[in-house]
């Protein structure tokens, strides 16, 4: 009976350890993911972030041919091809996108990506082509550059405030 017991024990013990050893290895890998998640999310912002600087490029070229008279209507355009926000959908699935962000950070950030896009890019050169026959294209570019900026900071909010300075647990 004192073998069986300890036996039982032995058993009892082992099935603990190995939960604990279980607990401990899904830690260790939900850590290591959340560090992944955080790096690519840095990554793909950096990457747009960058991406506003060739814009505000375009644009400024854009308003001294305006500003010039020489422009044609085939010439305004507005390109947002380069935006790349294919990252944000495995991290989307996986929950860590959500989880990092929280719904101030998600609800900045899905702002600028539906603003700052091909699709978006379309319209905004359809409005301009318009502001520019009544005259008010150099307007219409103040008021995008406006738009800009308050994206730029959704994105730099996104770098700074809302994971990137507090620690992985």
């Known amino acids: 009976m004192h073998t069986e017991m300890i036996t039982g024990l032995g058993v009892f013990l082992g099935i603990v350890a190995g939960v604990f050893v279980q607990l401990m290895a ?4 939900f850590h290591f993911q959340t560090k992944n998640a955080i790096e690519i999310l840095r990554s793909e912002v950096e990457l747009n972030t960058s991406e506003l600087e060739n814009l505000r490029t375009q644009l400024r070229l854009l308003r001294g041919r305006i500003s010039a008279g020489q422009v044609q209507d085939s010439e305004l355009f507005i390109s947002m091809d380069s935006f790349n926000y294919s990252a944000m959908d495995p991290l989307i699935q996986s929950g860590h996108f959500h989880k990092l962000l929280k719904s101030d950070g998600v609800r900045q950030y899905f702002g600028a990506v539906r603003f700052l896009n091909t699709e978006n890019a379309m319209r905004l050169v359809t409005m301009l082509r318009d502001e520019h026959q009544a005259n008010k294209s150099l307007n ?5 550059d406006h738009k800009i900026d308050l994206h ?10 809302c994971i990137f300075d507090k620690p992985v647990v």
Do not use: V
């Open 152 to 161: 730029e900071e959704a994105f730099r909010k996104t770098l700074g405030d």
């Open 140 to 144: 219409f570019l103040d008021w995008l």
């Open 26 to 29: 899904h830690f260790i890998m």
